[in-house]
C-alpha cells in the first residue's frame, strides 16, 4: 500500500531553468510534508517542509507547494544549478514523528 | 558537532547469516529511526526507539529487530539473511520523535551502511 508516490523517477532540466518535483499522497492524516536530497554515498539530508496548515513555504530557490484537496506537494528549485543534481524524496509525517518516503525522482540539472 | 556515524559501511553477508548495524545519533539526540533504502522501493521504515523503548514499527518480518541503549547508541540486527535483504539501511536521529513545540524534529541521517547479501 503505497502512500506516497513520486511518479517521475528521474527529471532532466538545463542550469538556470527550473526544476519542478511532484509527489502525490494518499493519507489525509499528514501533519508535516517535506523534502530531502540525496547524494550518492551521503545519507538524505532536509531540504524544506511545510506544515498542513499552510500551501506554500519559500528557502531561497526552493518553494514548496501543498495542495491539500489534491493532495498533492510539489518542489520547485529556481534557478536549477548543476550542484542541485540529487536524487529528491519526498516525505510525510504524523504528529509521531514516523517519516513515509516516497520512491525518489533523480534531478540531473545539465550546464 | 559531530553527525550521525553508522558503522560498518559495507558489508558483505551470505543468506542465512545474520548481521548487526550499529548507529551513533548526535550527541544530545535520543530519537533514533532505522530506514531500509532500495532501488524502486524509496525509504522504508524499520522501527524507531527513544529512551530505550521502540515507539514505531514499519512492515518488516520479524528477522528485523533493533534496540537502543542508554547512550542512545542503536543497533539493529538481521537474521536469517535473505537475498532481499541486500539494501542501503540508514539511520537518522532527531533530539525527540515527532513534533516538539509546533515544529517539526528534523532527522539527521548518517551515510549508511551498504549490506549485500550474496
Known amino acids: 500500500d503505497q502512500q506516497v508516490k513520486q511518479n517521475s523517477p528521474s527529471l532532466s532540466v538545463q542550469e538556470g531553468r527550473i526544476s519542478i518535483l511532484n509527489c502525490d499522497y494518499t493519507?489525509?492524516?499528514?501533519?508535516?510534508f517535506l523534502w530531502y536530497k540525496k547524494y550518492p554515498a551521503e545519507g538524505p539530508t532536509f531540504l524544506i517542509s511545510i506544515s498542513s496548515i499552510k500551501d506554500k513555504n519559500e528557502d531561497g530557490r526552493f518553494t514548496v507547494f501543498l495542495n491539500k484537496s489534491a493532495k498533492h506537494l510539489s518542489l520547485h528549485i529556481v534557478p536549477s544549478q548543476p550542484g542541485d543534481s540529487a536524487v529528491y524524496f519526498c516525505a510525510f509525517s504524523s504528529n509521531t514523528g514516523k517519516l513515509i518516503f516516497g520512491q525518489g525522482t533523480t534531478l540531473q540539472v545539465k550546464p | 558537532k559531530a553527525g550521525v556515524t553508522q558503522t560498518p559501511r559495507y558489508l558483505i553477508k551470505t543468506r542465512g547469516q545474520q548481521v548487526t548495524l550499529s548507529c551513533s545519533p548526535i550527541s544530545g539526540h535520543r530519537s533514533v529511526s532505522w530506514y531500509q533504502q532500495t532501488p524502486g522501493q524509496g525509504l522504508q521504515f524499520l522501527f524507531e526507539?527513544?529512551?530505550?523503548?521502540?515507539?514505531n514499527k514499519g512492515n518488516f518480518p520479524g528477522r528485523f529487530s533493533g534496540r537502543q541503549f542508554s547512550n542512545s547508541r542503536s543497533e539493529m540486527n538481521v537474521s536469517t539473511l535473505e537475498l532481499g535483504d541486500s539494501a542501503l539501511y540508514l539511520c537518522?536521529?532527531?533530539?525527540?520523535?515527532?513534533?516538539?513545540?509546533?515544529?517539526?524534529?528534523?532527522?539527521?541521517f548518517g551515510p549508511g551502511t551498504r549490506l549485500t547479501v550474496l
Open positions: 537518522a536521529s532527531s533530539p525527540t520523535p515527532g513534533l516538539a513545540g509546533g515544529s517539526y524534529n528534523e532527522q539527521f
Open positions: 526507539y527513544f529512551s530505550e523503548t521502540q515507539r
Open positions: 493519507n489525509s492524516m499528514f501533519d508535516y
